[in-house]
Nanobody
Framework: QVQLVESGGGLVQAGGSLRLSCAAS????????MGWFRQAPGKEREIVAA??????SYSESVKGRFTMSRDYAKNAVFLQMNSLKPEDTAVYYC???????????WGQGTQVTVSS
């Protein structure tokens, strides 16, 4: 079992920055693909960034503004979010999987609110 706990969310003005953390316990994350997702009110959950077999990718909506990283020693992943926009407002989740995202482990989420 893998337990994931996100932190670092909050309220920020447009143009500001936040750094989300996702700490894992139970197992090392080294063999897992990792992802950051978000879900805004009334919208479906969408993937924001992922590290799959050491390759990092981003959705078009965040490319150039967000940076995902992982720290094997800390057994954690991070999402640095810069130049935040009101449309980035959502609950952000991290996930770990060795197969499909739906069959993986998920954190409880952290709220990010960007004011205009």
């Amino acid at each position: 079992q893998v337990q994931l706990v996100e932190s670092g969310g909050g309220l920020v003005q447009a143009g500001g920055s936040l750094r989300l953390s996702c700490a894992a316990s139970g197992r090392t994350l080294s063999s897992y693909n990792m992802g950051w997702f978000r879900q805004a009110p009334g919208k479906e959950r969408e993937i924001v960034a992922a590290i799959i077999r050491s390759v990092t990718s981003y959705s078009e909506s965040v490319k150039g503004r967000f940076t995902m990283s992982r720290d094997y020693a800390k057994n954690a992943v991070f999402l640095q979010m810069n130049s935040l926009k009101p449309e980035d407002t959502a609950v952000y989740y991290c996930a770990a999987t060795t197969g499909s995202w739906s069959s993986g482990y998920w954190g409880q989420g952290t709220q990010v609110t960007v004011s205009s």
